[in-house]
């Protein structure tokens, strides 16, 4: 993982989403003078995914959050070579080469491939939709209608946020899943029985335990097939089962893969000279988590791409800052620091979660590894540096003392 001494003239950037982006404009805010083009595969300028299922679904706002205002790319001399497929990388030649057969050579190029959604056998043809653009989310909501029959396959933060969605519609929601409940791998059973009891209680129709096989058409429609033989009448349904990292170019190019994406070390360079990857793709040497950790949330790919722009210009400074995210669904809002490991952590509660309203914190080994705060927002500060520093507590200090009061001591720890 070596990057060229002499300083880049030629940046080039496969990936048009939120990392990309901000990696270009991250180039110019740096100071850099030389050519900036970035690539996508979409119509639209780079905008950010999480009002997709949010806002735009719920039919707030017809457009996502832009990760620059219009006119930004050209005022700033950045490229935006939109509806551009890059088909192939020869790192050996420092060159990139497009659907058409246009070769593009770079000195220093970023991958920020992001991630297509991962689909089932079995499901396709109309009335089968997945959530991952603009244009997805815009042609399923104007499904999402009064009386609808929705099934949704998939309970994780997807499936999660597109029920609410639906619901606001009035659309008669069923979700499916083969895990007992719903973002069980994400949060555990404790917390994961909060979000049963939510969706349960705004009227979603849980069909968990039991998995999905395919979509079949009856007299009156297509149904949904259940593992344990049921069927269920669907006017829409619903794939969100999570995604899979566009790694395609990397791996037909000989770059080293791991966990799933393209292997990065601390800095997000790749095993190849003078590219780096940053985004959902990047499987990246932490330095202040266990292995490799490679994170499909919005802060990461955002950060991440702000990040990679220095080394890119030639730095060497590693990433560390941890993921982050957040959700809406009804009346819940939350928002989650860290990375856990439910079946691992232990699970710390202030709060009642029947009331909806706190906050879960998990310890391995004595030390913070993750926090969620549920639709309560006074902790924040607190929980990040928690997190960050991987303070070392007890499971009693963490459930009763001074939130601030352990992070001051959990940095100073540090």
Same mark, same amino acid.
């Given at each position: 993982?070596?990057?060229?001494? /002499?300083?880049?003239?030629?940046?080039?950037? !496969?990936?048009?989403?939120?990392?990309?982006?901000?990696?270009?404009?991250?180039?110019?805010?740096?100071?850099?003078?030389?050519? !900036?083009?970035?690539?996508?595969?979409?119509?639209?300028?780079?905008?950010?995914?999480?009002?997709?299922?949010?806002?735009?679904?719920?039919?707030?706002?017809?457009?996502?959050?832009? !990760? *620059?205002?219009?006119?930004?790319?050209?005022?700033?001399?950045?490229?935006?070579?939109?509806?551009?497929?890059?088909?192939?990388?020869?790192?050996?030649?420092?060159?990139?080469?497009?659907?058409?057969?246009?070769?593009?050579?770079?000195?220093?190029?970023?991958?920020?491939?992001?991630?297509?959604?991962?689909?089932?056998?079995?499901? %396709?043809?109309?009335?089968?939709?997945?959530?991952?653009?603009?244009?997805?989310?815009?042609?399923?909501?104007?499904?999402?209608?009064?009386?609808?029959?929705?099934?949704?396959?998939?309970?994780?933060?997807?499936?999660?946020?597109?029920?609410?969605?639906?619901?606001?519609?009035?659309?008669?929601?069923?979700?499916?899943?083969?895990?007992?409940?719903?973002?069980?791998?994400?949060?555990?059973?404790?917390?994961?029985?909060?979000? *049963?009891?939510?969706?349960?209680?705004?009227?979603?129709?849980?069909?968990?335990?039991?998995?999905?096989?395919?979509?079949?058409?009856?007299?009156?429609?297509?149904?949904?097939?259940?593992?344990?033989?049921?069927?269920?009448?669907?006017?829409?349904?619903?794939?969100?089962?999570?995604?899979?990292?566009?790694?395609?170019?990397?791996?037909?190019?000989?770059?080293?893969?791991?966990?799933?994406?393209?292997?990065? @070390?601390?800095?997000?360079?790749?095993?190849?000279?003078?590219?780096?990857?940053?985004?959902?793709?990047?499987?990246?040497?932490?330095?202040?988590?266990?292995?490799?950790?490679?994170?499909?949330?919005?802060?990461?790919?955002?950060?991440?791409?702000?990040?990679?722009?220095?080394?890119?210009?030639?730095?060497?400074?590693?990433?560390?800052?941890?993921?982050?995210?957040?959700?809406?669904?009804?009346?819940?809002?939350?928002?989650?620091?860290?990375?856990?490991?439910?079946?691992?952590?232990?699970?710390?509660?202030?709060?009642?979660?029947?009331?909806?309203?706190?906050?879960?914190?998990?310890?391995?080994?004595?030390?913070?590894?993750?926090?969620?705060?549920?639709?309560?927002? %006074?902790?924040?500060?607190?929980?990040?540096?928690?997190?960050?520093? /991987?303070?070392?507590?007890?499971?009693?200090?963490?459930?009763?003392?001074?939130?601030?009061?352990?992070?001051?001591?959990?940095?100073? @720890? *540090?």
């Amino acid at each position: 993982m070596t990057t060229s001494p /002499r300083p880049p003239r030629r940046i080039l950037i !496969v990936g048009a989403g939120l990392a990309g982006a901000s990696a270009a404009a991250g180039l110019r805010e740096q100071g850099f003078d030389g050519d !900036v083009t970035l690539f996508g595969r979409e119509s639209h300028a780079p905008y950010e995914l999480p009002p997709l299922s949010k806002g735009v679904l719920l039919g707030e706002r017809d457009a996502p959050d832009w !990760v *620059r205002e219009a006119g930004y790319y050209a005022a700033h001399g950045i490229a935006l070579r939109s509806e551009t497929t890059i088909t192939a990388l020869r790192p050996a030649d420092h060159v990139i080469v497009d659907a058409d057969g246009t070769e593009y050579a770079y000195d220093r190029l970023l991958l920020a491939t992001g991630s297509r959604p991962r689909t089932l056998p079995g499901f %396709d043809g109309p009335g089968v939709h997945t959530l991952r653009t603009l244009d997805d989310a815009l042609a399923l909501r104007e499904k999402l209608t009064d009386g609808a029959r929705v099934v949704i396959v998939g309970a994780g933060w997807i499936g999660c946020e597109v029920a609410s969605a639906a619901r606001a519609h009035g659309a008669h929601v069923t979700m499916v899943d083969p895990a007992p409940l719903p973002l069980r791998y994400v949060l555990g059973d404790r917390v994961g029985r909060v979000f *049963r009891d939510l969706h349960a209680d705004h009227g979603v129709t849980l069909r968990l335990g039991v998995g999905a096989t395919g979509t079949g058409t009856r007299a009156d429609g297509r149904v949904v097939l259940l593992a344990d033989g049921s069927e269920l009448p669907a006017d829409v349904v619903v794939v969100g089962v999570g995604a899979l990292p566009r790694t395609e170019l990397a791996e037909a190019a000989g770059l080293a893969l791991a966990s799933g994406g393209v292997a990065v @070390d601390a800095a997000l360079r790749t095993s190849a000279p003078d590219v780096y990857a940053a985004g959902d793709i990047a499987a990246h040497d932490h330095p202040c988590h266990e292995g490799r950790v490679r994170v499909e949330h919005w802060s990461n790919a955002k950060e991440q791409g702000a990040h990679v722009a220095g080394n890119l210009l030639g730095g060497h400074d590693a990433y560390s800052a941890d993921p982050y995210f957040f959700s809406h669904q009804y009346d819940l809002g939350c928002e989650y620091r860290g990375l856990a490991d439910p079946a691992r952590d232990e699970l710390v509660l202030r709060g009642d979660p029947a009331s909806r309203e706190f906050l879960a914190l998990w310890l391995r080994d004595g030390r913070v590894t993750a926090a969620l705060n549920v639709n309560s927002w %006074d902790h924040g500060d607190a929980l990040t540096a928690l997190v960050g520093t /991987r303070a070392r507590v007890s499971a009693r200090q963490l459930a009763e003392a001074d939130l601030a009061t352990l992070a001051t001591a959990g940095a100073a @720890d *540090r």
